[in-house]
């Protein structure tokens, strides 16, 4: 391991949060923040989503440590002083859920419990159909699994919601939403990072750009602005870009998902915000059967806005899975 140096972002949170250290794996080096004591507790990896940071999961570091847990919490590639590619197929599930198996490795540990938020989610369902034997329990917040179907997701996506929404518009017009994203780097995330949104007739365009050009937030912020600023920082440094590779390899992934068997068999909870936009799955226990479902009354964003109930339901699922 190689400490992480004093310079950036990293300052603003080193005594708030934990100091990270830089681990080669998968040919790519991540920014990874630990806590508790390796091989002394269960292995468990907190996964963010777009746009998030390993910060995201600061609320919950406390809870999983004390519940004996070791935490592995990655900045992705893409994210905060993590690399970052120039290829965009170099952010397929298959490069994401290979770092993620990387880390394992790095660690010594034959499997985990991996937790997912947000487009986290994305990798963690993708890794467990992937990489079934390294991981031991799923955990995921916000985004369900999303079957197969028979179109690849972004023409499906296109002919539903249109050439306008954010994920069609982030692979039709690449490097647009980036500039835009890169160029209001702190009002994007001020206004994105926002609960009880009233709902409102939606804006013509793509949204992520409009939210980046709004002069006024709706809402009520999500996090203070020492937080906020925390991830305003890592982004000035990143850029926009490498989180949104993500996206670009959907139908990539949509392919590389094809050869695998589409079932989910490990424990797994599924935690939703009742007041988020994205929909529940119909469907989730024909594609995990062993899973349990909780509601938390918030929007998307779920361990930053209700962070202590999402604590008490993570703790308290993983003891019951523990006990059996």
């Known amino acids: 391991m190689v400490d992480q140096d004093t310079e950036g972002y990293a300052v603003s949170i080193a005594t708030d949060f934990l100091k990270p250290t830089l681990i080669r794996v998968n040919g790519v080096e991540l920014e990874v923040f630990e806590a508790g004591r390796q091989h002394a507790g269960q292995p468990i990896v907190l996964c963010h989503g777009w746009p998030e940071h390993a910060y995201s999961w600061r609320h919950q570091v406390p809870a999983l440590v004390a519940a004996g847990y070791y935490v592995i919490i990655p900045n992705q590639r893409g994210y905060g002083n993590s690399s970052r590619p120039d ?50 329990k799923v955990i995921n917040l916000s985004m369900p699994y999303q079957a197969r179907g028979d179109m690849p997701w972004i023409e499906f996506l296109e002919m539903v919601l249109g050439s306008d929404y954010y994920f069609v518009h982030f692979n039709r017009q690449p490097g647009v939403a980036d500039a835009v994203l890169d160029k209001n780097t702190s009002r994007f995330l001020r206004n994105l990072y926002r609960k009880n949104v009233p709902l409102l007739p939606p804006e013509p365009g793509m949204t992520m750009i409009n939210l980046a050009r709004a002069e006024t937030p709706l809402g009520e ?34 392919h590389l998902l094809g050869e695998v068997e ?41 361990q930053e806005e209700m962070p202590e109930a999402t604590n008490q339901v993570i703790v308290s699922w993983l003891a019951r899975q523990n006990a059996i």
């Open 87 to 136: 290829a965009v197929t170099d952010y397929d599930i298959d490069h994401l859920a290979g770092d993620l198996v990387g880390l394992l490795d790095h660690y010594g540990y034959e499997d985990a419990t991996f937790v997912g938020h947000d487009w986290g989610a994305m990798v963690v369902w993708g890794l467990t159909l992937l990489h079934p034997t390294r991981v031991s």
């Open 262 to 302: 589409p079932i989910i068999h490990q424990p797994t909870l599924m935690i939703y915000g009742e007041r988020d936009v994205i929909p529940r799955s119909e469907n989730l226990a024909d594609f995990v059967p062993n899973v349990e479902v909780v509601s938390l009354d918030c929007g998307h964003w779920i």
């Open 221 to 254: 912020p999500v996090m203070s602005d020492e937080d906020l600023a925390v991830y305003v920082a890592a982004f000035e440094g990143s850029g926009f870009t490498g989180g949104i590779n993500w996206y670009r390899n959907l139908d990539r992934n949509w």
